[in-house]
């Protein structure tokens, strides 16, 4: 099996920037796109970033220019800076990646999310 855990949300202030980290572990061959979602109570998941295994990323429009996506293959973690963050940005974060597995399975695995709250 294969574990997605995300980790550093938490409370911070309009404006300010918070990293919040997904690391994979488990039965892993291979992991290619890897990427960060988000959701509001009530509301569709919605995306926020992608990054390919080369590194390619794309950013929604609402994101774009204040959120960083990134990854260290070695430790199989995808990051996600976050920057001039606006109450709008509050929501429950989760990973997911495309990974391969040592059966040579290919699936999408996603983690169990991380709240992040933009208040003052």
């Known amino acids: 099996q294969v574990q997605l855990v995300e980790s550093g949300g938490g409370l911070v202030q309009p404006g300010g920037s918070l990293r919040v980290s997904c690391a994979a572990s488990?039965?892993?061959?291979?992991?290619?796109?890897m990427g960060w979602h988000r959701q509001v109570p009530g509301k569709e998941r919605e995306l926020v970033a992608v990054?390919?295994?080369?590194?390619?990323?794309n950013y929604a429009g609402s994101v774009k220019g204040r959120f960083t996506i990134s990854r260290d293959n070695a430790k199989n973690t995808v990051y996600l800076q976050m920057s001039s963050l606006k109450p709008e940005d509050t929501a429950v974060y989760y990973c997911?990646?495309?990974?391969?597995?040592?059966?040579?399975?290919?699936?999408?695995?996603w983690g169990k999310g991380t709240l992040v709250t933009v208040s003052s």
């Open positions: 488990g039965s892993i061959f291979s992991i290619y796109t």
């Open positions: 997911n990646a495309e990974v391969e597995t040592t059966t040579y399975r290919r699936m999408y695995y």
């Open positions: 990054i390919t295994t080369g590194g390619s990323t």
